[in-house]
T-cell receptor
């Protein structure tokens, strides 16, 4: 069973640039969630994708957007990067639309630094 | 909205039991989870409990749920240095979104 994989592991960008982070879900999982974890804090829910559509969103501005592909992999795009976007971005996969009743399985994250 | 609270630090001696506590506000939370995060790593699901259960045991881990008081605890028996990590308590709210505590850093003293 293949776990959740994320790429790249580390990334450095400049304020105002755009970034794309990628995630492959665990085999058998059709739902992908993205979280932002700032240093010393718990993860904050960004959004979730199920059947290639966003089916839940946290308190993040529209410059955070995403995609899910037919193979259930996903991308997180962030436009007009700000210094406060520096964080660990975590992808998690699960089954069945993510109704909070099936555990999330996380990747190791992408560490984004915005300078 | 839903809130999950846990203390930020816990220090225990190697070999002792660790008990990490958590309180949540949404009584409709159906599932409650414990995740572990080691330095520089992603999040590892440790265990979870359904709201109709009082207790769940899995090897060295024991989860206790007091639904009336909305209190969840994680007990780690015979704490080892490899248990050093941050432990997150997570509850689902009435919209099935997951609400995370700030995490408890477990420090092991030799």
């Amino acid at each position: 069973e293949t776990g959740v994989t994320q790429s790249p592991t580390h990334l450095i960008k400049t304020r105002g640039q755009q970034v794309t982070l990628r995630c492959s879900s665990q085999s058998g999982h059709n739902t992908v969630s993205w979280y932002q974890q700032a240093l010393g804090q718990g993860p904050q829910f960004i959004f979730q994708y199920y059947r290639e559509e966003e089916n839940g969103r946290g308190n993040f501005p529209p410059r955070f957007s995403g995609l899910q592909f037919p193979n259930y992999s996903s991308e997180l795009n962030v436009n007009a990067l700000e210094l406060d976007d520096s964080a660990l971005y975590l992808c998690a996969s699960t089954k069945g639309g993510g109704q909070g009743n099936s555990p999330l399985h996380f990747g190791n994250g992408t560490r984004l630094t915005v300078t | 909205g839903e809130d999950v609270e846990q203390s930020l630090f816990l220090s225990v001696r190697e070999g002792d039991s660790s008990v990490i506590n958590c309180t949540y506000t949404d009584s409709s939370s159906t599932y409650l989870y414990w995740y572990k995060q080691e330095p520089g790593a992603g999040l590892q699901l440790l265990t979870y409990i359904f709201s109709n259960m009082d207790m769940k045991q899995d090897q060295r881990l024991t989860v206790l749920l007091n639904k009336k008081d909305k209190h969840l605890s994680l007990r780690i028996a015979d704490t080892q240095t490899g248990d050093s990590a941050i432990y997150f308590c997570v509850a689902s709210d009435s919209n099935y979104q997951l609400i995370w505590g700030a995490g408890t850093k477990l420090i092991i003293k030799p």
